[in-house]
C-alpha cells in the first residue's frame, strides 16, 4: 500500500517570496512521483513528474521539485511566486512495479497556496 | 480542444434519485480513470479501464455505483439511490501507457450534489 502526506494544509506568501510544499510519501514498491494543481472549481492539471534519472524536476509556471529517495520526500518549489499561483496543489504516486502495473494514483490531502500581493 | 471532457459540469439531486455522468478521454488514450474528491481531500480513486475492461475496482465503489466503458472509448458512471454522502467532485482521466510510464491528464470534472 502507498500513503502520500502532505506537510502543511494551507501555505500563505506574499508574491515574489519564495516557496516550498512539502510532500512525503510511503511505498514498499519504487514509485513515479508527480505534482497536480487545481484551480476553483476546475480538473487537475499535471505541474510535473519524476520518473527517473535526475532528482531535480522542472514543471510549467516555474516550479520544479526535488525527489529525495532516503527521506521519501518529493517537495516543490518556486523561486518567486505570483498572484495566479494561488491553488489547491496535490503530491501524488503511482507505482513503478513495471510489467502490468497500471497508474493509480493515490493522492495526499492537498496543500492551499494563496499569495498576498 | 482534445482534454478530456466530462459532462454535466454540475448535478444537483434528490437523495434517492439515479445520476449518470459521462467522460470523454482523448482520442488515443487506452486507459481511463475514476476518482472522487470530497471537500477538503485529494482524490480518491475508484474504478480503471483498459480499453472497455474494467480491471479494478475501489472498496469505496459500492453496489449503487456501477461504471461502463463500451467499445473503449467514453465511459459512464451511475450512481443509483443517491445518498448525502455521495456529494463529492467526479473526475476521470484518461493516459496511455508507452515504454512502462504513463501520465494521467484530468477532466474539469462532476459536481455532484445531493439534498
Known amino acids: 500500500a502507498q500513503s502520500v502526506t502532505q506537510l502543511d494544509s494551507q501555505v500563505p506568501v506574499f508574491e515574489e517570496a519564495p516557496v516550498e510544499l512539502r510532500c512525503n510519501y510511503s511505498s514498499s514498491v519504487s514509485v513515479y512521483l508527480f505534482w497536480y494543481v487545481q484551480y476553483p472549481n476546475q480538473g487537475l492539471q499535471l505541474l510535473l513528474k519524476y520518473l527517473s534519472g535526475s532528482t531535480l524536476v522542472k514543471g510549467i509556471n516555474g516550479f520544479e521539485a526535488e525527489f529525495n529517495k532516503s527521506q521519501t520526500s518529493f517537495h516543490l518549489r518556486k523561486p518567486s511566486v505570483h498572484i495566479s499561483d494561488t491553488a489547491e496543489y496535490f503530491c501524488a504516486v503511482s507505482d513503478n512495479a513495471g510489467g502490468t502495473s497500471y497508474g493509480k494514483l493515490t493522492f495526499g490531502q492537498g496543500t492551499i497556496l494563496t499569495v498576498h500581493p | 480542444d482534445t482534454g478530456v471532457s466530462q459532462n454535466p459540469r454540475h448535478k444537483i439531486t434528490k437523495r434517492g434519485q439515479n445520476v449518470t455522468f459521462r467522460c470523454d478521454p482523448i482520442?488515443?488514450?487506452?486507459?481511463l480513470y475514476w476518482y472522487r474528491q470530497t471537500l477538503g481531500q485529494g482524490p480518491e480513486f475508484l474504478t480503471y479501464f483498459q480499453n472497455e475492461a474494467q480491471l479494478e475496482k475501489s472498496r469505496l465503489l459500492s453496489d449503487r455505483f456501477s461504471a461502463e466503458r463500451p467499445k473503449g472509448s467514453f465511459s459512464t458512471l451511475e450512481i443509483q439511490r443517491t445518498e448525502q454522502g455521495d456529494s463529492a467532485m467526479y473526475l476521470c482521466?484518461?493516459?496511455?501507457?508507452?515504454?512502462?510510464?504513463?501520465?494521467?491528464?484530468f477532466g474539469p470534472g462532476t459536481r455532484l450534489l445531493v439534498l
Open positions: 482520442s488515443e488514450h487506452n486507459r
Open positions: 482521466a484518461s493516459s496511455l501507457r508507452l515504454a512502462g510510464v504513463e501520465t494521467q491528464y
